[in-house]
T-cell receptor, first 113, second 116 residues
Framework: AQSVTQLDSHVSVSEGTPVLLRCNYS??????LFWYVQHPNKGLQLLLK??????LVKGINGFEAEFKKSETSFHLTKPSAHMSDAAEYFC???????????FGAGTRLFVKA | DTAVSQTPKYLVTQMGNDKSIKCEQN?????MYWYKQDSKKFLKIMFS???????INETVPNRFSPKSPDKAHLNLHINSLELGDSAVYFC???????????????FGSGTRLTVV
């Protein structure tokens, strides 16, 4: 069985400060992990993915995430938030073949001017 | 443009009606999905098709019937619409690699269904 938990439903940061969105997963095998972003009234866009290669994964728009097997975590970070980063972020775990995919409940990121 | 396109973008209808949502992808992907996103943004998979064959059918009322005429299309037909069907429905596609966890999804922009 696999599951994914996003530890914060809401995160608020000031523009120019670091962003940390936390995600923990459980899986009985080596999972693939993803982060998606959803801007208001838009579809979801893939930010980055981990599929058993390098543990530090770089994505679009300056985001990156680190896979830590010992902590079963895949936290999303960005050094400096921009107003356009305000959106909903989803952490996702997937099994081999991608047929069993579980979405986290989402974290809403607010960016203050 | 290469994309996943779904129509209509908005759909307002009365209870008891039958409606369809269409989805097409021109990415050459093997697998297509329908997801339902509720008012709390929670995403739940409804169906998944791989090369026109149904591979995932989660607990969804049988009023919902997917149809895949070819691997580039996955349409969703809903009979006897109910108030609780109001949600945003997303179509998605992915290239399927059975030896890995997949390549991630490309999502359509969603169809906001409102049942009144």
């Amino acid at each position: 069985a696999q599951s994914v938990t996003q530890l914060d439903s809401h995160v608020s940061v000031s523009e120019g400060t670091p962003v940390l969105l936390r995600c923990n997963y459980s899986s009985s095998y080596s999972p693939s992990l993803f982060w998606y972003v959803q801007h208001p009234n838009k579809g979801l866009q893939l930010l980055l993915k981990y599929t058993s290669a390098a543990t530090l994964v770089k994505g679009i728009n300056g985001f990156e995430a680190e896979f830590k097997k010992s902590e079963t975590s895949f936290h999303l970070t960005k050094p400096s938030a921009h107003m356009s980063d305000a959106a909903e972020y989803f952490c996702v775990v997937s099994n081999t073949g991608g047929f069993k995919t579980i979405f986290g409940a989402g974290t809403r990121l607010f960016v203050k001017a | 443009d290469t994309a996943v396109s779904q129509t209509p973008k908005y759909l307002v209808t009365q209870m008891g009606n039958d409606k369809s949502i269409k989805c097409e992808q021109n990415l050459g992907h093997d697998t297509m999905y329908w997801y339902k996103q509720d008012s709390k943004k929670f995403l739940k998979i409804m169906f998944s098709y791989n090369n026109k064959e149904l591979i995932i059918n989660e607990t969804v009322p049988n009023r919902f019937s997917p149809k895949s005429p070819d691997k580039a299309h996955l349409n969703l037909h809903i009979n006897s619409l109910e108030l609780g069907d109001s949600a945003v429905y997303f179509c998605a596609s992915s290239p399927t690699d059975r030896d890995s966890g997949g390549w991630g999804y490309t999502f359509g922009s969603g169809t906001r269904l409102t049942v009144v």
